[in-house]
């Protein structure tokens, strides 16, 4: 059985996907592949690429790749470079245009309102969420801070985001959005459904936020778990057509 490579360019925020990665873990083997800048490095896509297939090239088969967020547009970005080092790739929360990120979103506002970063970060993250963190809603714009300072993020107050938008890939794709995420909002599966292959899965969560993997591991581990066993262990990224399974579609609870 295939393992799993959980694709991590924010470590900072790897808490909330660490409760879905322990699910995941029950049924398959989960590593974890983590990209962190120093703050004088000027960190570009090629370096990222590079790393990550020097990686990839070492492991015996190629495995499930996992990622959220800005992580997910890279790994996908990369899957166009590089299909055969991925046996299939699992996106949470991402749009097809890349430029949606809830950093890009954060970056937007520093830009148009005279507000500090902590008023920013604490308008942004409860929207984040599908839940009240009570007490704790007190350190989350700390945690977001770092973030921001330590780990990849697209653009930069003075410029916008230069990643290219997303296409269709030569692996299995799953995507999860949740139809409460305005980081994404409802309407991208109709900008998805352009590049969704026969055999692609888009799932659509109701009342789902930007980080619904931390408030529902089991039902988002449920649906990987479907999506990866669907997937033969002879399956060969070059082949796109050997991949057959149901229809893309939507998610209704």
Sequence with gaps: MSSILWLDLQPSLFCFN????????????VRR??????????????TIFNLLQETLDE????PHVIAHGVSGTVAALFSKQFP???KSLTLLSVDSISANQWSSHYLEMRRQFPCSRSRILSHIIPLLFEKDFGDANLVLPGLFAKCLDSDYISGSIASHSSLSNLSTIDIPLSIINGSHDFVID???????????????????LPGGRHFSQFSQPKLFGTMINS????????FAPAFPHQFNSTFTSKISL
């Design 186 to 204: 409802q309407n991208s599966f109709q900008r998805w459904k352009p590049h969704l292959k026969n055999g692609d899965r888009f799932f659509s």
């Design 33 to 46: 592949w983590s990209f962190q800048h120093d703050l004088d490095e000027i960190c570009s896509l090629s």
């Design 18 to 29: 660490k409760r879905l990665a322990c699910v995941l873990s029950q049924s398959r083997h």
């Design 84 to 86: 055969r080092l991925f």
């Design 59 to 62: 492991l015996d088969q190629p």
């Design 227 to 234: 999506f990866l066993e669907m997937i033969p262990d002879s």
